[in-house]
């Protein structure tokens, strides 16, 4: 199901011509990823597809389905405390009651903003600020969820943990983000739509890369290698052997080293 689609779409504002001859569909389930320079229109188009901006040409058909939007920067007049605020996002989005304390006591824990749920939002610093919009958007459970360079400001490990939050969503909801760091097209983009100077001049579907994992094992006879499930290995040292193996395949690997009493060093991700 498309839940948007524009037809020869443009955007003026103030006399600018912030996009033109916008035409693609979106359908329900993607994970896209909006890229170009700055000021190329990457938020223009991320507002158009969620209906901020209405078009000023052309034609756009939306659905109508629970959309939630994450501004690069966090409105600076906010005056309520954290949690009074997400309090109330959270009701307007129809969440109610003590499942919706515990979302947001959650989500605080998960980004480490705990200790500022009691502050006031303009006193919170500008990565404090994010986490509260990026926790807002997620208590609505959206059906499309639009992110304006989500990773900025964010310390790893908050964006690491948002990472793990919109990959964990994966199923009916639609994910359209801009964004300028390989990672989170990597780990989350199936669609990678370019835009410059307004216009849309690329749009490719992303091959996803398979996970390999590294496992470093000490293995007292080098004949014992024959057999087993990995795609290549090399030998470190005489008895220690560096092995690499698709990601399902992993489990499966480290049965037959520890059934051979093979001692496991190391297990990673191939980066």
Known sequence: ??????????????????????????????????????????????????????????????????????????????????????????????????????????????????????????????????????????????ELLLLDEPLTGLDEQAQLELLNQLESKRGNNTIIFTVHESMLIDRLADRVLMIKNGRIVDDSVMTKKEKIMVIKAVISNQIQVSGLPCISFEWIEENIIEMMVLAEESNKLLKKLLEQDFLILELREKR
């Open 1 to 142: 199901m498309n839940i948007f689609e524009a037809n020869v779409a443009g955007k003026q504002m103030n006399g600018n011509l912030l996009l033109q001859d916008i035409s693609i569909s979106v359908k329900q389930g993607e994970r896209i990823a909006i890229i170009g320079h700055n000021g190329s229109g990457k938020s223009s188009l991320l507002k158009l597809i969620g209906g901020i901006f209405e078009q000023s040409s052309g034609e756009i058909k939306r659905a109508n389905i629970k959309t939630a939007y994450v501004p690069e920067h966090f409105p600076e007049n906010i005056c309520f405390k954290m949690q009074e605020y997400l309090l109330l996002m959270g009701k307007m989005s129809g969440s109610q009651g003590d499942e919706l304390s515990k979302q947001i006591t959650a989500y605080a824990k998960s980004f480490e903003i705990e200790e500022f749920l009691h502050t006031p939002l303009k006193n919170c610093s500008k990565g404090t600020k994010q986490k509260a919009g990026i926790i807002q958007a997620l208590l609505m459970d959206p």
